[in-house]
């Protein structure tokens, strides 16, 4: 019970709140000019430009960076239902194999190796 008291939670309410949000915002800016599925991306850009444009003018708050970190890093069990999807398809694939992986090498690995680039550099 230790561990509760010893979690920021002003700090991860708030890392939260404002995560949602953006993510919320962008979808329903998105939804009304007819494209709700890049809502998601939207959201994030718009918080990555907001966090540069903060970092120019203000230093980011410690806690906040923080709380950041530890959401990522927890945030990786997530994706182990996404996995095991992408592996039984995989294996229903045969010869689309190769183009598929083309696919997600560009689209998924290569933005996040930018993606990761930048907030080590800017953020």
Known sequence: MNWI???DWTAWIGTIAL??????GAVWLMTQL????????????ALLITLFIWRNVH?????LIDTNNKIMKESAFAFLPVSAGSLIMLVHMGKEIPAFLAVMCISTLIPLWIYAKMAKRWL
């Open 5 to 7: 008291k010893r979690i």
């Open 59 to 63: 230093k980011l708050p410690a806690r």
């Open 19 to 24: 995560i949602i949000c953006f993510r919320e």
């Open 34 to 45: 007819k494209h709700p599925e890049l809502g998601n991306l939207v959201g994030l850009i």
